[in-house]
């Protein structure tokens, strides 16, 4: 069995959508200061690093981060590398000729780059997914999509791409780390932390492999 972390790393100095605070940890104990243990305090936004995107995100009526499917998100995934393009279109995801059983696509593009090298500055111009390419994973009968940077929508216009998404109930993972992942079907597991009533909520996500 091979299991590969899809995950970004998280510290202060991991890129984060503008505006944001970004990821903090504070120390509240230290054994070298003379207390009973080590303890951090941890604040930052719940869209840092790897994510799962609730509804409530962008539907007013949104369901929250504690109902996220899990059975969506442990399942058969699908890899597709689109190493070329600087926009997801639908001629660009129907020319991947994906398996018909495929539910579950996670996207490696360029932006796994940034990763790899460790880039601590967002960049504007990642890969994203155009509306018209929602609608076709909508479409397609995609229940879950993950991509490789911060967010599905591009960054000019990025509320029309997610709401699609949201509103046919796909489960949308961001900020994968997918630049040692060769495409190919493998099992995703993806745990978004339970915040109750929150719009999103950090992950952990792995992908498995049995050889």
Same mark, same amino acid.
């Given at each position: 069995?091979?299991?590969?972390?899809?995950?970004?790393?998280?510290? *202060? %100095?991991?890129?984060?959508?503008?505006?944001?605070? $970004?990821?903090?940890?504070?120390?509240?104990?230290?054994?070298?200061? $003379?207390?009973?243990?080590?303890?951090?305090?941890?604040?930052?936004?719940?869209?840092?690093?790897?994510?799962?995107?609730? &509804?409530?995100?962008?539907? *007013?009526?949104?369901?929250?981060?504690?109902?996220? &499917? @899990?059975?969506? /998100?442990?399942?058969?995934?699908?890899?597709?590398?689109?190493?070329?393009?600087?926009?997801?279109?639908?001629?660009?995801?129907? %020319?991947?000729?994906? =398996?018909?059983?495929?539910?579950?696509? @996670?996207?490696?593009?360029?932006?796994? *780059?940034?990763?790899?090298?460790?880039?601590?500055?967002?960049? +504007?111009?990642?890969?994203?997914?155009? &509306?018209?390419?929602?609608?076709? /994973?909508?479409?397609?009968?995609?229940?879950?999509?993950?991509?490789?940077?911060?967010?599905?929508?591009?960054?000019?216009?990025?509320?029309?791409?997610? +709401?699609?998404?949201?509103?046919?109930?796909?489960?949308?993972?961001?900020?994968? %780390?997918?630049?040692?992942?060769?495409?190919?079907?493998?099992?995703?597991?993806?745990? &978004?932390? +339970?915040?109750? $009533?929150?719009?999103?909520? =950090?992950?952990?996500?792995? @992908?498995?492999?049995? *050889?």
């Amino acid at each position: 069995m091979k299991i590969v972390d899809i995950s970004v790393g998280l510290d *202060e %100095n991991t890129p984060t959508w503008p505006g944001s605070p $970004g990821l903090q940890l504070h120390w509240s104990k230290r054994l070298v200061a $003379g207390d009973d243990c080590n303890n951090t305090r941890l604040e930052c936004d719940t869209h840092v690093g790897t994510h799962v995107d609730a &509804p409530s995100h962008f539907l *007013e009526n949104g369901s929250t981060a504690e109902k996220l &499917p @899990l059975k969506v /998100l442990i399942g058969p995934a699908q890899v597709a590398y689109l190493p070329e393009v600087r926009t997801i279109t639908a001629d660009g995801l129907d %020319n991947l000729a994906l =398996p018909s059983t495929t539910e579950r696509l @996670l996207l490696r593009t360029h932006n796994s *780059e940034y990763w790899a090298q460790v880039l601590t500055e967002f960049r +504007k111009d990642y890969v994203s997914i155009a &509306p018209e390419a929602a609608r076709w /994973l909508v479409n397609r009968g995609i229940r879950l999509v993950g991509v490789d940077y911060l967010s599905v929508g591009s960054f000019e216009e990025g509320a029309t791409t997610h +709401k699609i998404l949201l509103e046919a109930g796909v489960v949308v993972i961001e900020g994968l %780390n997918l630049h040692e992942v060769h495409p190919g079907e493998y099992q995703l597991i993806c745990l &978004p932390l +339970k915040l109750v $009533g929150a719009e999103g909520a =950090p992950a952990r996500a792995v @992908l498995v492999r049995y *050889e």
